[in-house]
């Protein structure tokens, strides 16, 4: 059956939209134009949380990945999967990512930081007061700092505190020191705060002199690494208590293989290090409950394959960076917001990946 009325209708509707196109059709709108890549010859980078930053050899910061914090210093909060040129023009020497804030230094001891003091740099030391080595920011919005005499000063959104030291190296993520000695001193509670200012006892290796001297402390969350001055690495971990981090399960425990190491990152339950020559080598730290008692230990080192010689690593909570002399950096790890600077968000890159540019 046939309804002619409804077939005129519809050939007169098909009529009027030929006759009248401009008042129906909604244009196509172009699709922006992909951000043009500029070539960036990196000194250093740094791997945060969920974030990753790097500063060019001409000083120039740029960070990546995760940006809910305002972390990555662009004056959003938008998350990016390229490296993007940090707001304010500063010319920095070192940059620190930490948890949801980033630190920066500039060749004349300055300390700007954003995130947690904003979403674009903010002087936070002047020259006078500044630093010579800065570690990156803890999860309480707090970042700390060597002076050139050796005293700690460590800093939040709202207040500064110092100790005079001497202090040769900090890593405020985990809440952890090494004094003029080298004796590694770690806290409880945070380093900086009202309730529990400098609260940090000795952690002794298991194994070696007990008095031997450590060269650097770093780390994140549940875990820190120390250098020894001979290259060895030792490593803990806390223990977790419901929703928060607890009391240092271990003292520091000798990191298998019998590498000597130039640097060591660690963060969250892994670690890395870096050997004389220039090879990368990463292991987890694994904990294991039984009633009241933790045991702690490490897993054996496994080298990086697929990375040329690198001159400088950082560990992040979940991936891991570094910098060649080539001005060359490489990520790699989990890419759930873009920290590995490729381009792209999601997956994970078991090998590591070259950073291919930035937006500048």
């Not at 949801?100 to 001891?109: E, L, N, V």
């Amino acid at each position: 059956m046939t309804f002619p009325y409804l077939r005129s209708a519809f050939v007169i509707a098909l009529t009027a939209l030929a006759g009248c196109s401009d008042a129906v059709t909604t244009p196509v709108q172009p699709d922006p134009p992909a951000p043009v890549l500029v070539s960036v010859q990196w000194a250093s980078v740094s791997a945060g949380d969920q974030h990753t930053c790097g500063v060019s050899v001409q000083g120039a910061a740029y960070c990546w990945g995760r940006g809910g914090g305002g972390q990555l210093g662009t004056g959003t909060r938008d998350s990016t999967a390229v490296p993007t040129r940090v707001s304010g023009g500063v010319a920095f020497a070192q940059v620190a990512a930490g948890v949801t804030g980033t630190c920066a230094r500039t060749a004349a001891s300055e300390v700007y930081c954003w995130g947690d003091t904003g979403l674009t740099p903010r002087l936070v030391l002047a020259s006078a007061g500044g630093v010579a080595l800065l570690k990156a920011p803890g999860s309480y919005g707090y970042a700390c700092g060597i002076q050139a005499g050796g005293a700690l000063v460590c800093w939040n959104p709202s207040a500064t505190a110092s100790l005079a030291g001497p202090y040769r190296d900090a890593a405020p993520g985990a809440d952890c020191l090494l004094d003029g000695d080298g004796h590694v001193l770690c806290a409880q509670h945070r380093l900086v705060g009202d309730d529990h200012p400098f609260a940090a006892t000795r952690v002794n290796p298991t194994a070696g002199d007990p008095d031997a001297a450590f060269a650097s402390v770093d780390g994140g969350g549940a875990s820190a690494c120390a250098l020894r001055t001979d290259g060895a690495a030792f490593c803990t971990t806390r223990a977790s208590s419901g929703c928060c981090l607890s009391a240092w399960v271990d003292n520091l425990t000798a990191v298998p293989g019998g590498h000597a190491f130039t640097q060591v990152s660690a963060a969250g339950l892994h670690a890395c290090g870096l050997d004389a020559e220039h090879r990368v080598w990463c292991w987890e730290l694994q904990t294991t409950s039984a009633g009241p008692s933790t045991t702690f230990q490490l897993g054996d080192p496994v080298q990086v394959a697929g990375l040329p010689p690198l001159t400088q690593i950082s560990v992040g909570s979940a991936h891991a960076c570094g910098a060649t002399s080539a001005g060359d950096a490489y990520c790699w790890g989990s890419n759930q917001f873009g920290q590995l600077g490729t381009g792209s968000f999601g997956g994970t890159a078991a090998a590591p990946v070259k950073i291919p540019g930035a937006i500048s």
